[in-house]
């Protein structure tokens, strides 16, 4: 698509907000209830599309493509009045007796830039609370879930109002590149923490505000006094959902020293009670979004002692749940996101030394703790910064709509989910109603100044906060 469409496209797009249409609450009732209508007539073809893109099995692309985008879209809808509004608040003595509001204002038009490895999900959440704050939207969807990309294409221009939004699926960094050219009243972005450098330095340029939701190395700290065989089955189900592509994916292990070796052995167990003595033919197994990406996963096998799996095929996109100890620091495998079923363990001995490595990295977008001691749980809270901390469990606190979700420092700027989605769209503009009624006007307010008005003024002001 040429700068010259794109202008013409976004021209449109602030023609149709500046028209009021998208502030009404009826028209954005039609369209929560159009997305939803867009689900639900087509999870068939939407299972099939990721399928296509990542080899997920149905039960995985239901809850994470289809369960939750429903679940935000009902979510919006049933609360959307009481969302817009307008608050009455607080009014201090001098400026009584007017009265002081926050009205929920739309922020106008606003860039979406969603990633492949959720591709329904991380693409219409956000484009649920676009809609509900009373927004227009260009929805920029990624081109290596191709198939999701077209299918999410063709449903949206077909159910959403085609004068309030925009999409593309086909667009790649050069596209991106000249999106960012344009103005935008706010851009969200989910990917990589590269690229959301680049869009921030773009935001810049015309002071946009940016909600950015990147990943990073999320670290999982694994206590002695664990059930070894409880939290192996759990982090090797986080770790192999969607095949690891997951921004809030476990990415190394901090094991203590004790329990290392019981823990590798649980694994093998776990992995043959999920996917049989061929992981590579389970149905339940997905598949890396390309072979660019298996191939970078597979040169990850060299970087520390594989002691289980270091099993990969290119042509059909798979790479084997596969465990890594001593890994060099230094390596990509300690130094980059892995984003793919590749595990690396270290060890520690005390709680401080694994801490102090964590504290030695940027802060993670999510951190992960398996222990029954309440000591070390307040010792990690404590002694680390996160975008979230999930306590002997994995990856479930991303399915809370009443929990905010995003990063901190490298792992990102602003979180959303349920009605923090339709905050992050929304602009909480101040209103102060005053009087027209001349008697009420207090004289000592304009000059000439006297002691007398000085004094009785700061009573007055000093008596009404």
């Known amino acids: 698509m040429s700068n010259q469409n794109l202008a013409t496209i976004t021209q449109n797009l602030r023609k149709a907000f500046l028209s009021q249409k998208t502030r009404k609450l009826d028209w954005r009732y039609s369209q929560l209830k159009a997305i939803k209508k867009l689900i639900t007539e087509n999870k068939e073809q939407i299972t099939a599309a990721v ?19 429903q679940t935000e879209c009902e979510e919006a809808m049933s609360h959307l009045e009481s969302w817009t509004k307008t608050e009455k608040v607080y009014t201090p003595i001098p400026l009584k007796p007017a009265s002081s509001h926050i009205i929920k204002d739309p922020l106008g038009v606003v860039l979406i830039i969603s990633p492949w490895n959720y591709p329904v999900n991380l693409a219409l959440v956000p484009l649920i609370g676009a809609i509900s704050a009373g927004n227009c939207a260009l929805l920029k969807v990624s081109r290596h879930s191709y198939n999701v990309g077209e ?24 596209y991106i590149t000249d999106l960012l050219e344009f103005k935008w009243d706010h851009i969200f972005f989910t990917g990589s923490v590269n690229v959301g450098r680049i869009v ?7 002071l946009t505000p940016v909600t950015l939701e990147l990943g990073g190395k999320n670290p999982c700290i694994i206590d002695k006094d664990v059930d070894i065989a409880f939290a192996a089955k759990r982090i090797m189900w986080g770790k192999c959902w969607n095949a690891g592509q997951t921004c809030i994916g476990l990415d190394y292990l901090i094991v203590h020293k004790s329990v290392v070796a019981k823990l590798v052995d649980e694994f093998k167990v776990v992995l043959k009670e999920f996917y049989g003595d061929d992981i590579k033919a389970s149905s339940s197994y997905a598949r890396v979004i390309s072979k660019q990406h298996t191939e970078r996963l597979s040169k990850l096998f060299s970087n520390g002692e594989v002691v289980i799996g270091g099993e990969a095929d290119v042509e059909s996109r798979y790479i084997s749940p596969t465990v890594i100890l001593n890994p060099d620091m230094d390596s990509p495998l300690m130094q980059d996101e892995i984003f793919g079923p590749v595990l690396p363990i270290l060890t520690y001995e005390n709680i401080d030394d694994a801490l102090a490595l964590i504290q030695s990295r940027p802060h993670a977008l999510t951190l992960y703790l398996f222990s029954r001691d309440q000591k070390i749980q307040d010792q990690v809270l404590v002694g680390t910064q996160s975008g979230s901390v999930m306590l002997n469990d994995v990856l479930l606190h991303f399915t809370n709509p009443a929990l905010p979700f995003g ?12 009605r923090l989605t339709f905050d992050l769209f929304t602009h ?6 005053s009087t027209t009624k001349k008697f009420l006007d207090l004289p000592f307010r304009y000059p000439p100044y006297t002691q007398f008005a000085d004094k009785v003024s700061g009573t007055i002001i000093g008596s009404g906060w």
């Open 428 to 433: 909480r503009r101040a209103l102060v109603q």
């Open 151 to 174: 299918l999410l294409y063709k449903l949206c221009t077909k159910y959403l109002d085609p004068e309030c939004f925009a999409f593309d699926f086909e667009g790649g960094a050069q």
């Open 51 to 69: 399928k296509k893109d990542l080899g997920k099995h149905d039960f995985e692309i239901h809850q994470t493509e289809i369960v939750m985008p």
């Open 200 to 206: 921030y330095q773009a935001a810049a340029k015309f």
């Open 407 to 418: 990063g901190v420092g490298d792992s990102g700027i602003g979180s959303y989910h349920g």
